[in-house]
């Protein structure tokens, strides 16, 4: 169980990085004012329509693993503890004083 965990977690943290990549690489809405300007040429490397629709895809195949691995890790951690109220861990009895007559209830008048 520790080596799924172990590997299901580097996984997770190989997906996270390749997400904050993908995202920067994107262009922003306001990338495209630029192209009336003679900077649209460089759009071209992944085709016609640019790198939007590869790089969307991609980013949105890597946000339902790593979502989906989140969930299934959340999943595993939540069986592993054994579940114990924090009031069964701390039982401590208090000590019983009586009083110097011997009588246990001294609230009680005779």
Do not use: C, H, W
């Not at 306001?30 to 980013?59: C, E, I, K, M």
Request: charged share 10%; proline share 3%; net charge neutral.
């Amino acid at each position: 169980m520790s080596l799924l965990l172990t590997s299901l977690l580097v996984f997770q943290v190989v997906l996270a990085l390749l997400l904050v990549g993908i995202i920067l690489v994107q262009q922003g809405k306001g990338a495209t004012a630029g192209a009336g300007f003679g900077a649209g040429a460089s759009a071209t490397v992944f085709g016609s329509q640019g790198s939007s629709s590869f790089l969307t895809r991609t980013t949105a195949i890597l946000a339902a693993l790593f979502l989906s691995n989140s969930l299934f890790l959340a999943y595993l951690y939540g069986g592993t503890g054994k579940q114990s109220s924090l009031l069964d861990q701390t039982l401590i009895e208090a000590p019983v004083e009586k009083d110097a007559v011997g009588t246990s209830n001294p609230m009680i008048p005779d």
